[in-house]
């Protein structure tokens, strides 16, 4: 009944991106198509880790961890649409595509912003973060990996069905705003509550920049969850990126014994442009708190790497190392290599 | 176990020596990228420069004028040419990365409207000018050519032309979808020699020859006028680009990342000085007054 409900789903967003196709390929000639893949080989340094033992018979593989198809027209001079599909890896091993992006978006319809209707990037961390990082070939942010590391659900998503404000007040302030569902871009609303996201994103100096975000939604009559989350970026160097995330995601359905707990983390990164257009190299470190009440669940990721171009930026050579390790005694570290291929085009 | 650690340390020491050696290789030359417009010039100057100063290596790249802009933000350019301003995006982006643009003007350009030698037009009005590259006027018959439909050329959004020719000339209205969308001014001039009914736009310095000193062979370069009741001007007539006569007439700027230093303003004076300026004017451009010249001093400080 649910896929036959999301099949449905599917379809109409379908028929709707060919109607708009339709109507604007007549309109305008500026549209752009892109397509990103990230694939990678991945070879488990440890053979005793708490991973990398689960899977000793499986490890080193290649495979394709996600594909980007994206579409846009500018039908108007400040009138822009976006589809993108995207497609990762389900259980059953099928790279399988759906829907990440379709909206309009309007620029300047209020003076220095634009509007975006349809299902769209959230303000979480898809704007700001995640291009800071800027590796996301390699590692999702903190919050987007927050499940893959530590296997805990975090009321958090990198697209969604709702419609969202951002703007520049000053080359010092810019702010967004949005409302959605709340309930993920591949599943549909589920309840009558939405979700408020809004953020501010300050620049007091050049090349210093503090977000502060924030999100609330209601999960029941009864309870509601609420995630607050800070990062700040230094650019002063030329070259040279520090970036940090710090995040709480507290909500009222997180009980343990009836006694609530908050689940949290934080981020470090740095990446550098050794040689412009050509060399970089990055190391992040990430610590996961999956339930501040609990003992022994921390979990500490450090990510390190250069990013090769070897012939033209549409192809780049990402090797890059992992290194987990668990405040749980029970857990032995893992270190993980992996070759990641980028293509764009 | 061993092999495998053994494996990873020699995968980090491999990285660290391989950035560190070719960090200390990028820090010697001079990178500059940018608008279209500019990068005959300054290449032609980059050369003149180093001859002088063999030392000192210039590599000079086109792709437009947004390019060369968002390479310098990027950190991928020492200088970036641009024929138009930085737009507002550009500026708040720039501070949120820690660049502080720096601007200097090294030339000035009569925005050149070109047809093919065989077109009988002398002249157009900016007003006329506008509506055939929004696509109202589509017949060289109704401005008083032959019957023919016009031939639009122009460049990609990412060319400051483009930007200047859309808001000076099209009043800030879109392009008409039916022009061809040229990756140059070398590609419009080549498009207009072969036809007949072309129209297009591009920098003075690409109208002629330089080593001859005339109009390029095959092309035509149209008089342009304010209005109807004004006369109209060549783009080759200092005076009237100096004056202001000439209404499609811009300065060519060069950015760089805050007051620029060594080689890099050693360059820029070279640029803007008596024997840059030469170079300037034997490559079709107009020298920068002394407007121009106090604002350059200015942002030198």
């Given at each position: 009944m649910k896929e036959s409900r999301m099949s449905k789903i599917i379809g109409l967003n379908l028929i709707f991106v060919l109607v708009l196709l339709g109507l604007t390929i007549t309109l305008s000639a500026q549209q752009s198509w892109k397509m990103t893949i990230y694939y990678d080989y991945t070879y488990d340094i440890t053979d005793d880790g708490y991973l990398t033992e689960a899977r000793l018979d499986n490890n080193n593989r290649f495979f394709f961890r996600r594909a980007y198809f994206q579409y846009e027209n500018k039908i108007a001079k400040n009138i822009k649409f976006r589809f993108r599909y995207d497609a990762d890896r389900k259980a059953d091993d099928k790279f399988r595509p759906f829907v990440k992006h379709l909206f309009l978006e309007w620029k300047n319809l209020i003076p220095k912003s634009k509007i975006k209707v349809g299902m769209t990037e959230t303000l979480t961390w898809s704007p700001i973060a995640e291009k800071k990082w800027g590796y996301r070939s390699v590692a999702k942010t903190l919050m987007d990996n927050y499940k893959g590391v530590t296997g805990k659900k975090i009321d958090a998503t990198s697209a969604d069905l709702g419609i969202s404000l951002s703007g520049v007040v000053s080359k010092e302030i810019r702010y967004a705003f949005m409302v959605s569902n709340g309930s993920h871009y591949s599943h549909p609303e589920k309840d009558k509550y939405k979700k408020f996201m809004g953020q501010l994103h300050l620049i007091p100096i050049a090349g210093l920049s503090l977000v502060g975000y924030a999100d609330y939604e209601k999960q029941s009559e009864d309870e509601s969850a609420l995630t607050y989350k800070a990062d700040i970026f230094l650019e002063m160097v030329e070259g040279l990126i520090f970036g940090g995330e710090w995040f709480v995601y507290d909500s009222d359905v997180n009980k343990v014994d009836d006694r609530q707990f908050n689940r949290s983390g934080f981020s470090f990164y740095g990446r550098y442009a050794a040689i412009p257009d050509k060399l970089n190299v990055f190391a992040r470190y990430d610590r996961y708190e999956p339930n501040t009440e609990a003992k022994d669940d921390e979990i500490n990721l450090i990510i390190a790497g250069v990013d090769f171009t070897p012939i033209h930026k549409s192809f780049k050579i990402q090797p890059n190392i992992w290194y987990y390790s668990y405040a749980d005694p029970e857990k032995k570290d893992d270190i993980v290599f992996n070759l990641t291929f980028y293509y764009t085009f | 176990m061993n092999f495998r650690r053994l494996?990873?340390?020699?995968?980090?020491?491999?990285?660290?020596?391989?950035?560190?050696?070719?960090?200390?290789?990028?820090?010697?030359?001079?990178?500059?990228?940018?608008?279209?417009?500019?990068?005959?010039?300054?290449?032609?100057?980059?050369?003149?420069?180093?001859?002088?100063?063999?030392?000192?290596?210039?590599?000079?790249?086109?792709?437009?004028?947004?390019?060369?802009?968002?390479?310098?933000?990027?950190?991928?350019?020492?200088?970036?040419?641009?024929?138009?301003?930085?737009?507002?995006?550009?500026?708040?982006?720039?501070?949120?990365?820690?660049?502080?643009?720096?601007?200097?003007?090294?030339?000035?350009?009569?925005?050149?409207?070109?047809?093919?030698?065989?077109?009988?037009?002398?002249?157009?009005?900016?007003?006329?000018?506008?509506?055939?590259?929004?696509?109202?006027?589509?017949?060289?018959?109704?401005?008083?050519?032959?019957?023919?439909?016009?031939?639009?050329?122009?460049?990609?959004?990412?060319?400051?032309?483009?930007?200047?020719?859309?808001?000076?000339?099209?009043?800030?209205?879109?392009?008409?979808?039916?022009?061809?969308?040229?990756?140059?001014?070398?590609?419009?001039?080549?498009?207009?020699?072969?036809?007949?009914?072309?129209?297009?736009?591009?920098?003075?310095?690409?109208?002629?020859?330089?080593?001859?000193?005339?109009?390029?062979?095959?092309?035509?370069?149209?008089?342009?006028?304010?209005?109807?009741?004004?006369?109209?001007?060549?783009?080759?007539?200092?005076?009237?680009?100096?004056?202001?006569?000439?209404?499609?007439?811009?300065?060519?700027?060069?950015?760089?990342n805050g007051k620029p230093k060594d080689v890099i303003l050693d360059f820029i004076k070279f640029e803007t000085g008596p024997d840059g300026q030469k170079i300037v004017e034997r490559e079709g451009f107009f020298t920068i007054g002394s407007v121009h010249k106090a604002q350059n001093e200015k942002n030198l400080k």
């Amino acid at each position: 009944m649910k896929e036959s409900r999301m099949s449905k789903i599917i379809g109409l967003n379908l028929i709707f991106v060919l109607v708009l196709l339709g109507l604007t390929i007549t309109l305008s000639a500026q549209q752009s198509w892109k397509m990103t893949i990230y694939y990678d080989y991945t070879y488990d340094i440890t053979d005793d880790g708490y991973l990398t033992e689960a899977r000793l018979d499986n490890n080193n593989r290649f495979f394709f961890r996600r594909a980007y198809f994206q579409y846009e027209n500018k039908i108007a001079k400040n009138i822009k649409f976006r589809f993108r599909y995207d497609a990762d890896r389900k259980a059953d091993d099928k790279f399988r595509p759906f829907v990440k992006h379709l909206f309009l978006e309007w620029k300047n319809l209020i003076p220095k912003s634009k509007i975006k209707v349809g299902m769209t990037e959230t303000l979480t961390w898809s704007p700001i973060a995640e291009k800071k990082w800027g590796y996301r070939s390699v590692a999702k942010t903190l919050m987007d990996n927050y499940k893959g590391v530590t296997g805990k659900k975090i009321d958090a998503t990198s697209a969604d069905l709702g419609i969202s404000l951002s703007g520049v007040v000053s080359k010092e302030i810019r702010y967004a705003f949005m409302v959605s569902n709340g309930s993920h871009y591949s599943h549909p609303e589920k309840d009558k509550y939405k979700k408020f996201m809004g953020q501010l994103h300050l620049i007091p100096i050049a090349g210093l920049s503090l977000v502060g975000y924030a999100d609330y939604e209601k999960q029941s009559e009864d309870e509601s969850a609420l995630t607050y989350k800070a990062d700040i970026f230094l650019e002063m160097v030329e070259g040279l990126i520090f970036g940090g995330e710090w995040f709480v995601y507290d909500s009222d359905v997180n009980k343990v014994d009836d006694r609530q707990f908050n689940r949290s983390g934080f981020s470090f990164y740095g990446r550098y442009a050794a040689i412009p257009d050509k060399l970089n190299v990055f190391a992040r470190y990430d610590r996961y708190e999956p339930n501040t009440e609990a003992k022994d669940d921390e979990i500490n990721l450090i990510i390190a790497g250069v990013d090769f171009t070897p012939i033209h930026k549409s192809f780049k050579i990402q090797p890059n190392i992992w290194y987990y390790s668990y405040a749980d005694p029970e857990k032995k570290d893992d270190i993980v290599f992996n070759l990641t291929f980028y293509y764009t085009f | 176990m061993n092999f495998r650690r053994l494996l990873l340390i020699c995968l980090i020491c491999f990285g660290i020596i391989f950035a560190a050696n070719f960090t200390l290789a990028r820090q010697k030359m001079i990178q500059i990228k940018g608008s279209d417009t500019l990068v005959n010039l300054v290449q032609i100057l980059a050369e003149a420069y180093m001859e002088k100063h063999p030392e000192t290596p210039i590599a000079v790249l086109g792709g437009g004028s947004g390019t060369g802009i968002a390479a310098l933000i990027n950190g991928t350019c020492d200088i970036a040419n641009h024929s138009r301003p930085l737009k507002d995006k550009e500026i708040n982006l720039a501070w949120e990365k820690g660049i502080k643009p720096r601007r200097f003007i090294i030339a000035v350009d009569g925005v050149s409207i070109i047809v093919n030698e065989s077109n009988p037009i002398e002249k157009l009005g900016i007003d006329q000018l506008g509506a055939i590259y929004r696509g109202e006027i589509k017949s060289w018959k109704e401005v008083g050519g032959p019957d023919k439909q016009i031939s639009l050329y122009g460049r990609q959004s990412n060319s400051g032309t483009y930007v200047f020719f859309q808001e000076h000339v099209l009043g800030k209205q879109n392009y008409s979808p039916d022009m061809m969308r040229m990756n140059g001014n070398a590609q419009i001039v080549e498009g207009i020699i072969q036809d007949e009914s072309g129209i297009g736009y591009v920098g003075v310095g690409y109208v002629t020859d330089s080593k001859k000193g005339k109009v390029r062979k095959g092309i035509k370069v149209l008089k342009v006028s304010k209005d109807a009741n004004s006369p109209a001007y060549s783009p080759l007539d200092k005076a009237a680009v100096d004056s202001g006569k000439y209404p499609i007439a811009r300065p060519l700027f060069q950015s760089t990342n805050g007051k620029p230093k060594d080689v890099i303003l050693d360059f820029i004076k070279f640029e803007t000085g008596p024997d840059g300026q030469k170079i300037v004017e034997r490559e079709g451009f107009f020298t920068i007054g002394s407007v121009h010249k106090a604002q350059n001093e200015k942002n030198l400080k």
